[in-house]
């Protein structure tokens, strides 16, 4: 009996990380289409040197990628490293989710939380862009994940619009003052998101101010004058919300 346990187990944990490495060949689509305005569904998927369509044995995620050595079968030209890499960081947070939660629409809900936000953050990073659909999308999931764990749903969204009506002043306040945008609208939407998903001031207040120092410090280092926000909100966030979970 504890053997049959123990099989179900292994087997419910190799579906988890099949389901994230899927889902993160899925995001691949998305981060390199979506801000080029391409559809998701077609063309079907193909080599972006050669153009040639990819056979589907060449679809299998991360494992076509090692078996290949990183290169087109046809024209034999590198790869990307950030395709393995998303897929193996959303078949992380598809562990993440499912230890944390199990079999439940909680896991679900974090999951996408968290996957569409990482998509988010690639697409700010690599293209300093944000996309409204994605970014109302972790707004609606952080939404309705409150909806399902707290007893006063509306109560609960008391505080964090608080927060959010603040940030905005703050947001209009600066750009009066300083002459530039200083807090984008895109990234007010994730902090709100955020703010509603956590529903914890303290930890919100721990979220800004970690990511505003890790901001800093990379405009420092970097001595740019305009960074993508969201690379240092998700970390914080991710950290501190499992912290909490535990
Ligand atoms: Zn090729």
Same mark, same amino acid.
């Given at each position: 009996m504890y053997r049959l346990k123990e099989i179900i187990l292994w087997f419910e944990w190799i579906l988890v990380i099949i389901f994230g490495l899927c889902f993160g060949s899925f995001a691949n689509v998305i981060i390199t289409r979506v801000p080029h305005r391409q559809?998701?569904?077609?063309?079907?998927?193909?080599?972006?040197?050669?153009q040639t369509s990819l056979q589907p044995h060449h679809l299998i995620p991360l494992f076509s990628y090692l078996l290949l050595f #990183?290169?087109?079968?046809?024209?034999h030209q590198r790869i990307s490293w950030i395709y393995p890499f998303t897929e193996c960081c959303i078949m992380i947070l598809a562990c993440i989710s499912f230890y944390f939660y199990s079999f439940s629409v909680n896991t679900i809900l974090i999951f996408l939380f968290f996957t569409s936000f990482f998509i988010a953050t690639l697409i700010d990073a690599f293209h300093q862009e944000v996309h409204a659909e994605i970014l109302f999308f972790v707004l609606l999931l952080s939404c309705i994940f409150l909806y399902f764990n707290s007893e006063f749903f509306l109560n609960s969204l008391i505080e964090p619009l608080a927060i959010i009506g603040f940030i905005c002043l703050l947001s209009i306040f600066l750009q009066a003052i300083l002459?530039?945008?200083?807090? #984008?609208e895109g990234d007010i939407v994730v902090l709100a998101a955020t703010a509603i998903l956590i529903n914890n001031l303290y930890l919100f207040n721990l979220i800004l101010l970690s990511s505003s120092c890790l901001a800093l410090i990379w405009l420092l280092i970097k001595k740019q004058q305009k960074i993508a926000l969201l690379p240092f909100l998700f970390f914080p966030t991710f950290y501190l919300f499992f912290g909490q979970s535990q």
């Open positions: 559809s998701i569904f077609c063309p079907p998927s193909h080599c972006e040197k050669c #990183g290169r087109c079968a046809f024209c002459h530039k945008k200083v807090i #984008g």
